[in-house]
């Protein structure tokens, strides 16, 4: 079953503005990560957050994990047209090696 | 860098042909899995496995199955296609090491069609 739900599905904004994506999982998690997957391509990783941070950076993004509401964010900053994509969220689960996927943000950023 | 390679971009395929969908990564990487995506519906797992000759069924195991006989290959295998296993199906590896964080690299996808 899918583990990882993002919210919202899409989400269009201007060059230069700030892109919010959301995540929601269910059960308890060793990390989560983010993923950005360009149209037709595979996926790319951009940012693990273990269950012990609360907040990670990395360049234009900021990743927040908040294990009590079982939620993650994925901010984007300064976006450019480039940043148009996919973005996935990934849980790795207590005990487990495998990897679950939400459905993904898809991210239009208009010059 | 980190390369997982499938073997085809793009296959057609007819209803009822037996499928080998390839993937290689050279990384020395112990876990290796098969997802396939579809429109809304994200990367749901097929199958993965963490070792030469072991594997674990996903969520979508039906219709499937896996070879993994050396370490660096694991092959996705639809025994009879249908047209519901039309999809993109992505091919991915990482090392082991659950409560570590491990990354997951991705090959770029091969994208079947069944008529």
């Known amino acids: 079953s899918q583990q990882g739900e993002e919210d919202p599905q899409a989400l269009s904004i201007q060059e230069g503005e700030n892109a919010t994506m959301n995540c929601s999982y269910k059960t308890s998690i060793n990390n989560l990560q983010w993923y950005r997957q360009n149209s037709g391509r595979g996926l790319v990783h951009l940012i693990l957050?273990?269950?012990?941070?609360r907040e990670k950076h990395s360049g234009r993004l900021r990743v927040t994990l908040d294990t009590s509401k079982k939620s993650s964010s994925l901010l984007i900053t300064a976006s450019r047209a480039a940043d148009t994509a996919s973005y996935f969220c990934?849980?790795?689960?207590?005990?487990?090696?495998?990897?679950?996927f939400g459905a993904g943000t898809r991210l239009t950023v208009k010059p | 860098d980190v390369k997982v390679t499938q073997s085809s971009r793009y296959l057609v395929k007819r209803t009822g042909e037996k499928v080998f969908l390839e993937c290689v990564q050279d990384m020395d990487h112990e876990n290796m899995f098969w997802y396939r995506q579809d429109p809304g519906l994200g990367l749901r797992l097929i199958y993965f496995s963490y070792d030469v000759k072991m594997k674990e069924k996903g969520d979508i195991p039906e219709g499937y199955s896996v070879s993994r006989e050396k370490k660096e290959r694991f092959s996705l295998i639809l025994e009879s296609a249908s047209t519901n296993q039309t999809s993109m199906y992505l091919c991915a590896s990482s090392f082991q090491g659950a409560r570590a964080g491990v990354t997951i690299y991705f090959g770029e996808g091969s994208w079947l069609t069944v008529v």
């Open positions: 990934a849980t790795e689960l207590y005990n487990n090696n495998d990897m679950r």
């Open positions: 957050i273990r269950s012990n941070e």
